[in-house]
């Protein structure tokens, strides 16, 4: 089991690193690290979920795809006594709404599991879908916060499944078209 979740972590950061290869003014990218409350469908505290995502923009468009994995304790208890951990394909928009506020619309595709080790629930998901939305400030040089909300629903887990929220710090790639720069 362990093993299996090396080869999963492993693959995951071979693909980030050929995703920054893209980042230069050619090729608009982006890296994102995120926070994240996490609310599931029990009657549990609420956990946390850091996470990171790569991405690359599609010529002059918003339109952005990549790949991402978040990890962390799904109830607030130790890591060593809970986990989770999933990761997948994103295929986002983000825009303006003016000079300074900005907003993100994404949705994640992938592979997820979990453990909470008390309430002795052990579950694997093949399939994890989570559609998210943010809101925030361009803070300059390509740097973005944002406040985001999503819902992770993992098929064959419902333990593991529910409300997201929290905090992201975008960096994206400068482009020589200066009306989509921040």
């Known amino acids: 089991m362990l093993q299996m979740r090396l080869n999963h972590i492993l693959l995951v950061l071979v693909l980030s690193m050929g995703m920054t290869v893209f980042a230069d003014s050619n090729y608009r990218s982006r890296i994102g690290f995120d926070f994240r409350g996490v609310k599931l469908l029990q009657q549990n ?65 992938g592979y997820g599991a979990g453990k909470i080790t008390r309430l002795n629930q052990n579950q694997t998901s093949y399939y994890v879908i989570e559609p998210s939305a943010g809101i925030g400030f361009a803070l300059g040089g390509g740097c973005r916060l944002k406040f985001e909300f999503g819902y992770t629903y993992m098929t064959n887990a419902p333990s593991f499944t529910g409300a997201t929220f929290g905090f992201r710090i975008d960096f994206r790639s400068a482009t020589q078209v200066k009306d989509i720069n921040d």
């Open 45 to 109: 505290g609420v956990g946390w979920v850091s996470g990171m995502e790569l991405g690359r923009y599609l010529g002059t468009s918003n339109v952005y795809y990549g790949i991402g994995a978040k990890y962390g304790a799904p109830t607030g208890d130790s890591p060593s006594d809970e986990n989770l951990y999933y990761g997948g394909v994103n295929l986002g928009f983000d825009g303006r709404m003016s000079k300074v506020f900005i907003y993100d619309l994404a949705i994640m595709g």
